[in-house]
């Protein structure tokens, strides 16, 4: 795909996402209603339709480095919010604040992005029509 | 009383005299013309649905605010209960799975009228040409053509995805009335159908500037027992171009996501 950073095999990353099952496409019941925020270090981005995705590292209690995979809505919705395609960075020390999957995988639905000079995006997602 | 009918009777005709409709040429070729008239108003801009609340009675979801065509059970027949009832939405109230849904647009057929308007919140920009009002969608870049050269509905062809739409201007509204539907479409995104003879009439009017409203009605006797609809406020997006949606890609994100779901 044009707007990868890395070459990385598609599938895989597909299914890594969703191995903790979210069903039911864009319906907010599968997500934790309560905002959580995480302090990580980018490893990944795909800015594309229908998802845009960013793939991020956090330490967990235990040192140990986490994976986690932050849902943002389109590329036609975030490109109009003033992303392109080299806003992240690998290595990028980023803030995402957003809903977990109730599921247990380590999949946030994003709300808000910090980004490391400080300036924000907030998203406005849907509560049961998600973009 | 006599003398008020009568003035009533002159007000009318001469209304109708001016009308565009009565001076519009009638053609005996489906082409629009460049000597239609021109549009009364200028509905012409980026707009996408708002999400203003309509009241503070209560809270509203997006999905009522942004995806639905009325927040209130159709006036369904029963021929039509049955028919709703094996509809498998995969969002709103109702959702299922991707792998258990049997929307339509999940295999990227056409939304139909006026689904076209409810998907993912996506903007539409209206244009004018001679004889034509456009429609152009973010969403999978559908194009409506609205015909406002006077012409009448296609009578000889089979139905279509997105039916047949000529448009009138009554004052400031531009009234778009379509038919000529297949009932292959959801009538919007919770699944209830429509048979061929759906009938949807749109009424549109620039408020102001930045404000576009859409009356929509439905008509469809064998599936509603009366005429039902919504009203839908669209903002202007002055800064916004249509981007690049593209239908197939949602398809293989569903692929993948149902991959990892086993099939379930």
Not at chain 1, 77 to 104: E, H, Y
Not at chain 2, 149 to 164: A, I, N, S, V, Y
């Amino acid at each position: 795909m044009k707007n990868k950073i890395f070459s990385f095999p598609v599938l895989a990353i597909g299914i890594a996402i969703f191995a903790g099952t979210v069903t039911a496409h864009h319906g907010s019941s599968v997500y934790d209603s309560k905002l959580t925020t995480y302090k990580g270090t980018v490893t990944d981005f795909q800015f594309m339709n229908p998802h845009t995705e960013i793939w991020f590292e956090v330490t967990g209690t235990d040192g140990k480095a986490e994976k986690w995979t932050a849902e943002a809505p389109s590329l036609t919705t975030m490109a109009r919010l003033g992303w392109n395609k080299t806003i992240f960075r690998p290595g990028d020390q980023v803030t995402f604040v957003g809903n977990v999957a109730k599921s247990g995988a380590k999949i946030l639905r994003l709300r808000k992005v910090v980004f490391p000079n400080g300036k924000e995006t907030v998203m406005d997602r849907g509560e049961d029509y998600a973009e | 009383m006599r003398n008020r009918l009568l003035g009533l009777t002159l007000s009318a005709v001469t209304a109708l005299a001016t009308s565009p409709l009565i001076l519009a040429q009638t053609s005996k070729t489906n082409v629009a013309k460049a000597q239609a008239p021109a549009p009364t108003v200028d509905l012409s801009g980026v707009w996408r649905r708002s999400r203003r609340a309509p009241d503070k009675t209560r809270k509203y979801t997006i999905y009522e605010l942004a995806f639905s065509i009325a927040n209130e059970k159709p006036p369904m027949t029963p021929w039509a209960e049955e028919k709703f009832k094996s509809a498998k939405p995969n969002v709103g109230p109702n959702a299922v799975s991707i792998s258990e849904s049997n929307d339509p647009i999940l295999q990227c057929f056409p939304p139909g009228v006026p689904r076209i308007f409810l998907i993912r919140g996506e903007p539409v920009e209206i244009a004018n040409l001679p004889g034509r009002v456009l429609m152009l969608f973010e969403y999978d870049h559908f194009v409506r053509n609205i015909y406002t050269d006077g012409r009448e509905h296609t009578k000889d062809l089979p139905g279509t995805w997105m039916g047949d739409s000529i448009g009138k201007w009554e004052g400031d509204t531009l009234v778009v009335d379509t038919t000529g539907f297949n009932d292959k479409t959801w009538l919007d995104n919770d699944g209830h159908p429509h048979t061929e003879d759906l009938h949807v009439v749109e009424r549109l009017r620039r408020v102001d500037h930045e404000t576009l409203t859409i009356d929509t009605t439905i008509e469809d006797p064998k599936a509603y027992t009366k005429p039902w609809g919504g009203h839908a406020i669209y903002e202007l997006k002055p800064d916004w171009n249509l981007g690049e949606m593209v239908c197939e890609d949602n398809v293989t994100y569903s692929d993948m996501q149902q991959k990892s779901e086993g099939g379930k």
